[in-house]
């Protein structure tokens, strides 16, 4: 058999033989164990898995209610070719990919392979074949035009992640169960279930610490239902950058710093002090909303802790200096001495060292190029989805022009939105792979419809190197594909066939391909696993792991109690296998951060956040009517001294208008879960397209307040600015005219 197939059955059980097999849920991060019963092709139910080791029976109601998209009316089940009219008509595979061949190649002919762009959404990073065949695509192209939606959120974690150690994908994680003192900033597990952490039963792990006599203090603008558990200290939005580096200050000021373990672990600690030299707590406190001597006290707090793990996601990585605030993050949980150590800042046990395997194929780094138009630096091989209207509007070598995209519906999640739609009808060729017709598709020449976690071969390619119990699982099909879809990895590697092209960029790939040798995602990542830490290197360790043992069991296999310590060394990729401290980068964002201006703008005197809500990931799953029950509708929360300020009451429509758009969303929540002077939306909603329950739920972009400008981002990374987002807002009159006025 060509190591390019990959052939796996399916669960199945006769009509009246039902089966139940134990999978893993593939909607977010979580990666939630899960039993799915399955008779013939239906799934009959899925349910939490009580014996997975890091989810111990715990699963959120997405995943649970996650048939219904397998089984929606809406989902697009053949490929669709767009008409000259904007309508679209179903062609065969065959069709489709002969024309996309084709039209890619002509393309290719007059502007060479950079001219193609590819596009990955969130869900990529749990669809393993997709990850691969995607950056190896790239790679083979050798364009320049890799986005992904990390670049909203996350590009600032993959940048100092290979500044401090080596590797972009090699980022530690908290050790909950362990800790002492917990402090988590701008993120709300209860509900997102972890992000960069997957730390199975979140809120039941940060309930231990309490529960153990110690504490966790939630650091946030809004009184989440993480922050409504714990201690609650309300910051002002994006101030958590500023906090960060305040609390270093303290800890060195106040001679509270584990200088033996600064020496022994890290390279360039000597600039800390200088660095933050010039920082004024009173400015710190003007910035962030919170007292001087409430700061002084956290950094003792934090320090003098026994255990101590300092954590933070989205809420923090989204504003305008969040590489610095990551990198600042992280350096305090390493100057108090908590960096691999029990209960501090830890590295995972991954069952396929990933990061091991991208760093020696030099498939990771951090500015070994710059993008075309604006001079961004490279991030993993990335470039940032702000400058996509740029450079397909932008004459010259390297002009985008035909783009693919994965997973992905970034006409409604990326920054400044509209001018990203607008931007991909100019494209000389826009093909989707999704299973709806969303705001994006709906925009594509061709949509590709692909199989969802329940119909493919899966293993958590990421959340494995962030488990807080490692365990190793992988799976085949719950239940064979409907219609005539096909996998992701399957599609882009036809594209590529096509072009002439293997989708990979390791050594020799492409003389592989020439040969007729396609290495399939699976067959790769075998080898990761047979090869790796865990694995049983081909038959000479008979206890290690390889996929087939992994598949042929039932369930997710424990690989240890916690997470492993003492290993920093063996972990980091750095020069003297240290943690490198000074950088360039570094010291400019500090410079630029204490010159920039923090004050209130009088003609927009609010700040507009962000929100994640319990049954919604990003734009997904506003189709589901198991999701959207009840009075399901797009809320804005508000202060009540801020909703009586502006003539606002609870439940009215409200106009929201920022200095690049304005919106209108159905209704107003005014509670004192937000601090005054802040907002809080959830992104995600405002549908368009052919999922008909997602459209009606109606709602407005958030994305369409927010700007795409090189000034609004984060320098280093490139990652946008969507929180902090200064605005005004009224009650609508007219909600009908303004909505269509907007």
């Known amino acids: 058999m060509p190591v390019s197939e ?76 767009r008409q000259p009219d904007g309508s679209f008509t179903q062609v065969s595979w065959d069709e489709a990919l002969d024309d996309i061949g084709a039209r890619l190649r002509q393309i290719i002919a007059k502007h060479g392979t950079e001219a193609i762009g590819l596009y990955q959404g969130n869900s990529v990073a749990w669809n393993f074949g997709a990850f691969l065949n995607l950056f190896g695509m790239a790679g083979a192209l050798k364009t320049k035009h890799l986005y992904s939606a990390a670049s909203i959120d996350i590009n600032g974690y993959w940048m100092i992640s290979e500044l401090l150690y080596g590797s972009n ?34 809120r039941d792990a940060m309930m231990g610490v309490v529960e153990r006599g110690g504490r966790v203090v939630v650091i946030d603008p809004r009184r989440s ?117 029990p209960g501090g800042w830890c590295f995972g046990r991954p069952f396929i060292d990933l990061e091991t395997m991208m760093h020696r194929m030099k498939s990771t780094g951090y500015d070994r190029w710059r993008t075309r138009v604006d001079n961004f630096p490279e991030v993993a091989g990335t470039s940032p989805v702000v400058s996509i209207p740029r450079e397909i509007r932008t004459p010259g070598k390297g002009q985008l022009r035909a783009m693919m995209v994965v997973g992905a519906n970034p006409a409604n999640s990326s920054p400044a939105a509209g001018e990203l739609r607008e931007a991909f009808e100019e494209l000389d060729l ?62 882009m590697d036809e594209v590529c066939k096509r072009i002439g092209i293997v989708p990979a960029d390791f050594p020799g790939a492409q003389l592989l391909g020439k040969l007729g040798l396609r290495p399939s995602p699976s067959f790769l990542m075998d080898i990761g696993l047979r090869t790796g830490p865990e694995g049983d290197w081909f038959g000479l360790r008979p206890g290690g792991l390889s996929r087939k043992k992994l ?66 990931q990003n734009t997904w799953l506003h189709n589901i009517p198991k999701l959207i029950v009840g009075d399901r509708v797009q809320r804005l929360r508000i202060h009540p001294d801020d909703a009586t300020r502006f003539g606002i009451e609870d439940g009215d429509p409200v106009e929201i208008t920022s200095k690049h758009g304005s919106i209108v969303v159905p ?58 987002i200064a605005v005004r807002v009224r009650r609508a009159e007219n909600i009908s005219s303004i909505m269509e006025a907007a």
């Open 225 to 341: 239902e993480t922050a409504s558990l714990f201690e609650h200290i309300p910051i002002r939005p994006n101030g958590d950058v500023w906090l960060l580096a305040a609390l270093v200050k303290v800890i060195f000021d106040e001679g509270l710093a584990d200088m033996t373990a600064l020496r022994e672990q890290t390279s360039g600690h000597e600039v800390l002090p200088e660095l933050l030299a010039s920082l004024d707590l009173e400015q710190v406190s003007a910035a962030s909303g919170i007292g001087v001597e409430t700061i002084r006290q956290l950094a003792r707090d934090f320090a003098m802790a026994k255990s101590a793990c300092a954590y933070g996601r989205c809420g923090m990585s989204i504003g305008p200096f969040a590489s610095l605030g990551k990198y600042f993050l992280d350096v305090l949980n390493i100057v108090t001495g908590n960096l691999d150590r």
């Open 169 to 202: 994908f090699l980022n530690p994680l908290p050790d909950i169960h362990r800790t002492d003192f917990m402090l988590c900033l701008g993120a709300n597990p209860v509900v997102s279930h972890g992000s960069m952490a997957n730390i199975g039963r979140f």
């Open 551 to 616: 598949m042929a069991g039932n369930g997710a296999v424990k690989l240890a109690d916690n997470l492993p310590t003492g290993i920093l060394k063996k972990r980091l990729f750095t020069k003297g296998k240290k943690v490198q401290l000074n950088h360039a980068v570094i010291r400019n964002e500090m410079k630029r951060m204490l010159a920039h201006r923090t004050e209130t703008d009088s003609e927009f005197p609010l700040s507009l956040i962000s929100l994640r809500e319990l049954r919604t």
């Open 6 to 81: 990959t052939q796996v059955t399916p669960i199945a059980g006769s009509a009246g033989a039902p089966v139940t097999r134990k999978i893993f849920c593939g909607v977010c991060e979580g990666s939630c164990g899960l039993e799915a019963t399955v008779q013939g092709s239906e799934v009959i139910s899925l349910r939490p898995d009580p014996d997975h080791p890091n989810t111990r029976g715990f699963a959120c109601s997405k995943g649970l209610a996650f048939s219904a998209v397998r089984d929606d009316p809406d989902r697009l089940l053949h490929p669709l070719k």
């Open 667 to 724: 209704a107003a929540r005014v509670s004192d879960e937000m601090m005054p002077g802040c907002i809080a939306l959830p992104q995600g909603w405002g549908h368009a397209g052919g999922w008909q329950n997602a459209v009606a739920v109606g709602g407005s972009v958030y994305n369409s307040l927010t700007t795409n400008s090189v000034e609004s981002t984060d320098l280093p990374s490139g990652n946008a600015t969507v929180n902090g």
């Open 430 to 491: 826009l093909i989707s792979l999704d299973v709806y017709m969303t705001e994006t598709s709906r925009l594509a020449h061709y949509i590709l419809p692909p199989t969802v976690w329940l119909e493919r071969e899966g293993f958590p390619i990421f959340t494995q190197s962030h488990a807080g119990i490692p365990h190793a699982q992988w799976v085949g099909p719950t239940v064979p594909p409907r219609g005539d879809v096909r996998e992701d990895a399957w599609i």
